[in-house]
């Protein structure tokens, strides 16, 4: 499970960025939230800490199984 940070978050529709510690960008989905992020998805800002898995589509890599870290 990789680590970073929420890089960009559009509540309306549903989807932004995370910026790994390592430096990549990853995009997800807000299904791509763990319940309780879900919960809070208005809450969810820049800078704000997660934990995630990876999986390739035919985009590139996303962030999935998105949980507060």
């Known amino acids: ?12 529709k549903k989807f932004g960025f995370i910026r790994s510690d390592e430096g990549d960008d990853y995009f997800f989905h807000g299904g791509s939230l ?5 919960r809070m998805a ?8 997660v934990k995630f ?11 999935i199984n998105v949980q507060p870290g």
Not at 54 to 61: A, I, L
């Open 1 to 12: 499970m990789k680590s970073g940070t929420i890089r960009h978050y559009d509540d309306e």
């Open 34 to 38: 763990s319940p309780q992020l879900q």
């Open 42 to 49: 208005g809450l969810l800002r820049e800078g704000f800490r």
């Open 53 to 63: 898995d990876t999986d390739f589509d035919m985009k590139g890599d996303k962030a």
